[in-house]
């Protein structure tokens, strides 16, 4: 990968690279960040009892959820190099459903969040949230391509989960990851929480560039163990011939790292990140979809990177919401509405965010690791006029 074709600020750091360029408005639940600070939404009156809950997935397959803890004992924590670098991970699969809901996240996660984010409800709050996974359900049983999810920075893998669902729920097996001490709160099997060191970072004007680097090792290192069958007993149903790397903002980042550094990646996605590394001149021929909203038109400061990417990529397309938030594109921005704290301004909403998200996101997954017709990706749908295709 080429160096940074400009600067990382430092002050976006300080945000957790978290706001539009576009919008000086709050954006969500996990990021703990604004333009301005915390979040100001008034809180819900006293006495109410907010019920925050998924959009349904629109597969036709059950969904199961299992954790898994992974410790990769020959590299060290980038954040603490006395450590070997440890990763929890979510796996959502098809599966055979039982009684037992799959949770959101943990009450130690939720209160991290909560507090990074200063928002004014109980530390617990992200423990109510209704999934549509089954905990530690059995896999059903076929062969399913494999996509792994990296979250935004200072977010937790919770923060995708409706797109895990909705993907597995179409037949693919999902690895959310948690990339440690990028996190406000990762929790380990042994009851550990790690807090987030990449949130009080400002002082590397390269500090996106190696964050992305340093995740792309994580995600390698995780298609490492589950394309050869450790730790997780269904991993038998992962079709390594068919991998995708996706992610949010540092994330999406962190997978244009991935697909150009791994060959074992067949496709990625981008959802609304700055690149901070480009892809090569020489072109990247492998498909690679970037969904955002406007804040990578030029000139703005911390998109630009998006047209000169577009242009190097051979099997790649743009698009683009320009209503859209930097977290319309994860859960936060529909928890924040259920939670009465609706962001100031002219937004799509978190419902429909997700559901934009979700058809894109599988419509190209479908046509690049399954060889299935994704209309879809053709042009403007009545559907979703909220997308505009840039290229």
């Known amino acids: 990968m080429q160096t940074p074709r400009r600067m990382v600020r430092s002050a976006l750091v300080a945000t957790a690279l978290v706001a539009c360029a576009a919008v000086a408005a709050p954006v969500a639940i996990a990021a703990g960040a604004t333009a301005g600070g915390p979040t100001s939404a008034a809180a819900p009156s006293s006495g109410d009892v907010p019920t925050l809950t998924l959009p349904e997935p629109t597969g036709p397959l059950p969904v199961g959820m299992t954790p898994i803890h992974l410790v990769d004992e020959e590299r060290a924590d980038p954040w603490r190099p006395e450590e070997r670098r440890e990763l929890m991970v979510s796996l959502w699969y098809p599966a055979?459903?039982?009684?037992?809901?799959?949770?959101?996240?943990?009450?130690?996660?939720?209160?991290?969040?909560?507090?990074?984010?200063?928002?004014?409800?109980?530390?617990?709050?992200?423990?109510?949230?209704?999934?549509?996974?089954?905990?530690?359900?059995?896999?059903?049983?076929?062969?399913?391509?494999?996509?792994?999810?990296?979250?935004?920075?200072?977010?937790?893998?919770?923060?995708?989960?409706?797109?895990?669902?909705?993907?597995?729920?179409?037949?693919?097996?999902?690895?959310?990851?948690?990339?440690?001490?990028?996190?406000?709160?990762?929790?380990?099997?042994?009851?550990?929480?790690?807090?987030?060191?990449?949130?009080?970072?400002?002082?590397?004007?390269?500090?996106?560039?190696?964050?992305?680097?340093?995740?792309?090792?994580?995600?390698?290192?995780?298609?490492?163990?589950?394309?050869?069958?450790?730790?997780?007993?269904?991993?038998?149903t992962i079709d390594a011939r068919h991998i995708a790397v996706v992610g949010h903002s540092l994330g999406g980042a962190a997978a244009a790292v991935t697909i150009v550094d791994d060959p074992r990646v067949d496709a990625g996605i981008n959802l609304d990140g700055t690149f901070h590394l480009d892809f090569p001149e020489t072109g990247m021929d492998r498909p690679f979809l970037m969904l955002g909203s406007a804040s990578h038109e030029p000139p703005a400061k911390d998109g630009a990177d998006w047209p000169d990417n577009l242009a190097r990529l051979g099997a790649g397309q743009w698009l683009q919401i320009p209503t859209a938030n930097h977290s319309s594109f994860t859960d936060q921005l529909l928890l924040l509405e259920q939670l009465g704290m609706p962001l100031p301004g002219e937004f799509v909403g978190g419902a429909r965010g997700i559901e934009i998200t979700n058809a894109y996101a599988g419509a190209f997954l479908d046509r690049h690791l399954r060889g299935m017709s994704s209309p879809l990706l053709d042009g403007p749908s009545d559907a979703y006029p909220e997308v505009e295709f840039r290229g």
């Open 96 to 236: 055979v459903p039982n009684r037992e809901p799959a949770p959101y996240t943990t009450e130690a996660v939720s209160a991290a969040v909560v507090k990074g984010a200063g928002l004014p409800v109980a530390p617990d709050i992200l423990t109510t949230v209704e999934t549509h996974s089954s905990d530690r359900a059995r896999a059903l049983p076929g062969r399913r391509p494999l996509v792994v999810l990296s979250p935004g920075a200072s977010l937790s893998r919770e923060s995708l989960t409706s797109l895990a669902e909705d993907l597995a729920s179409r037949g693919y097996v999902v690895a959310g990851v948690d990339h440690t001490y990028e996190a406000r709160g990762v929790e380990f099997p042994d009851g550990r929480v790690t807090g987030c060191l990449l949130c009080e970072r400002e002082d590397s004007t390269e500090l996106g560039a190696w964050v992305a680097q340093g995740r792309s090792v994580d995600l390698g290192f995780v298609l490492d163990e589950l394309t050869h069958g450790r730790l997780w007993r269904y991993a038998p």
